[in-house]
């Protein structure tokens, strides 16, 4: 896979990043929302495919990304198809900060060292070029506008940052309610990323043991959490 294109994972975390603060929305349910990305580019590059609620590796294949490689990797692994909760579900840890350490080397974000309460060491990244953010943004914004179906990455990542909670964060307020419906409605235009945004709202609803029953994939439950105060470690 060229690196030329931002990767959806990628695109989500700038999406959180908080531009004044440095911190990032939802990180919880972020962490989930990061690797639900992962699926999706991994299905956007034929490497994976949906198999109901499960997941199907169909092309071993790397893609020259050593993160999805080796998230590509641990579900050859497995043998068999995967649930997607169980997957998403499962310990990441460290993928919030790999993906900001790569962004940080690509040049589009930069570390902020300081201390909480005066004590504690803390990092917050800031992004280095604003352009890309409002372009990640501008794409949500059109598809949320216009009601123009939206290519399957823009759907994608639309759903998924609808199901980690990032609709306050990017259109807050009451005013920013028809906005925030919209880009819960996105969700239904890419299977793959309802497959996804759907179990990551399972996971944090805690219905990860159990298969999912479909109510359609237009009106999912709203996912908990709120606005980081802490900074990214």
Same mark, same amino acid.
């Given at each position: 896979?060229g690196?030329?294109r931002?990767?959806?994972p990628?695109?989500?975390?700038?999406?959180?990043l908080?531009?004044?603060? &440095?911190?990032?929305?939802?990180?919880q349910s972020?962490d989930?929302?990061?690797?639900?990305?992962?699926?999706?580019?991994?299905?956007?590059?034929g490497? @994976?495919?949906?198999?109901?609620?499960r997941?199907?590796?169909v092309m071993?294949r790397?893609? $020259?990304?050593?993160?999805l490689?080796?998230a590509?990797?641990?579900?050859?692994?497995?043998?068999?198809?995967?649930?997607?909760v169980?997957?998403i579900?499962?310990?990441?840890?460290?993928?919030?900060q790999t993906?900001?350490?790569?962004?940080?080397?690509? $040049?589009?974000?930069? *570390?902020?060292?300081?201390?909480m309460? $005066?004590?504690?060491?803390?990092t917050?990244?800031?992004?280095?070029?604003?352009a @890309?953010?409002r372009? @990640?943004?501008?794409?949500?914004?059109?598809? @949320?506008?216009?009601?123009?179906p939206?290519?399957?990455?823009?759907?994608?990542?639309?759903?998924?940052?609808?199901a980690?909670g990032?609709?306050?964060?990017l259109?807050?307020?009451?005013?920013?309610?028809?906005?925030?419906?919209?880009?819960?409605?996105?969700?239904r235009?890419?299977?793959? &990323?309802?497959?996804? +945004?759907h179990?990551?709202m399972?996971?944090?609803?805690? *219905?990860?043991?159990q298969?999912?029953r479909g109510? $359609?994939?237009?009106v999912? +439950?709203q996912?908990?959490?709120?606005?980081?105060?802490?900074?990214?470690?």
């Amino acid at each position: 896979m060229g690196r030329s294109r931002r990767s959806i994972p990628e695109e989500l975390l700038l999406l959180a990043l908080d531009p004044t603060t &440095g911190t990032t929305a939802q990180p919880q349910s972020l962490d989930l929302g990061l690797a639900g990305a992962q699926l999706v580019e991994l299905a956007l590059a034929g490497r @994976i495919a949906p198999d109901g609620d499960r997941i199907a590796v169909v092309m071993p294949r790397p893609t $020259g990304d050593p993160t999805l490689d080796s998230a590509l990797e641990l579900l050859r692994r497995r043998g068999s198809p995967v649930r997607a909760v169980h997957w998403i579900g499962g310990p990441r840890l460290g993928l919030r900060q790999t993906y900001l350490s790569h962004l940080e080397r690509c $040049g589009m974000v930069h *570390a902020v060292e300081g201390q909480m309460c $005066g004590v504690l060491p803390t990092t917050r990244y800031q992004a280095t070029d604003t352009a @890309i953010s409002r372009e @990640i943004r501008t794409r949500l914004d059109s598809a @949320i506008r216009t009601g123009v179906p939206p290519d399957p990455r823009t759907a994608a990542l639309a759903a998924l940052a609808h199901a980690v909670g990032l609709g306050k964060h990017l259109y807050p307020g009451n005013e920013g309610r028809s906005s925030r419906s919209r880009l819960r409605d996105l969700i239904r235009h890419d299977p793959m &990323g309802g497959l996804v +945004a759907h179990a990551v709202m399972d996971v944090q609803n805690g *219905a990860a043991a159990q298969p999912r029953r479909g109510n $359609g994939p237009g009106v999912p +439950a709203q996912p908990r959490g709120g606005m980081a105060r802490a900074a990214v470690h």
